[in-house]
């Protein structure tokens, strides 16, 4: 029984590791998503830190990830339409992610 319960503790912990890095890795993406839409909208460096947490904020609505792409697509008019957004989004994902794991790494 004692093996159970160790097996069951290390898979709880490996699960509460993996879901602390997946909202780790979401939140760097969000932030570097707004920047990349501050850029666009020809912000400088101070409003676009701020700016990149309006975007980081709108993804912890209820609605998420279609919170943030409406918000964009609302700020952004002809600037980005919604698939460069979402490309520009699973791509900040993919950035976000080799942070973390170069981060983690040294």
């Known amino acids: 029984m004692a093996d159970f319960d160790d097996r069951k503790r290390g898979f709880e912990g490996k699960f509460a590791h993996d879901e602390e890095l997946r909202f780790k890795a979401v939140s760097r993406a969000n932030k570097l998503l707004g920047l990349w839409?501050?850029?666009l909208l020809g912000k400088t460096d101070d409003q676009a830190a701020t700016y990149a947490q309006e975007v980081a904020r709108a993804g912890?609505?209820?609605s998420g990830r279609e919170g943030i792409v409406?918000?964009?697509?609302?700020?952004l008019g002809d600037r980005?339409?919604?698939?460069?957004?979402?490309?520009?989004?699973d791509a900040a994902l993919v950035e976000?992610?080799?942070?973390?794991?170069?981060?983690?790494?040294?």
């Open 37 to 39: 839409a501050a850029d």
């Open 70 to 75: 409406k918000k964009l697509m609302s700020d």
């Open 60 to 62: 912890f609505a209820a």
């Open 80 to 89: 980005a339409d919604e698939a460069a957004i979402r490309a520009r989004m």
């Open 96 to 106: 976000a992610q080799e942070q973390l794991s170069q981060a983690l790494s040294n």
